[in-house]
């Protein structure tokens, strides 16, 4: 990918109020871990490290129903709340 790719991205993302965390992978060290054989492809992994949704081409970050489905998703696969031991 080169510097102008990059850089499109990075407006479109702040253009579109995106924040998600952004890999630019050009020496490929995630591509092949994570079989990523065409661009753009979304994940988004869980805090045990395990992919739990991913999606393929363009997305639309900004609908609502996307944003609404996504949470939902990231509510399911949160982990449990560990108890206070003071409680």
Do not use: C
């Not at 991205?9 to 995106?18: G, P, S, T, Y």
């Not at 952004?22 to 395990?50: R, S």
């Not at 997305?59 to 949160?78: C, F, H, I």
């Amino acid at each position: 990918q080169s510097a102008e790719d990059r850089e499109g991205a990075r407006v479109f993302l702040e253009e579109n109020q995106i924040v998600l965390p952004t890999i630019f992978d050009k020496d490929h060290q995630i591509k092949t871990p994570f079989g990523v054989n065409e661009y753009p492809k979304h994940f988004l992994i869980n805090p045990a490290g395990i992919i739990v949704w991913e999606a393929l081409g363009a997305y639309r970050w900004t609908d609502p129903t996307v944003r609404d489905e996504l949470v939902k998703l990231m509510e399911l696969q949160a982990p449990e709340p560990i108890a206070d031991p003071e409680e």
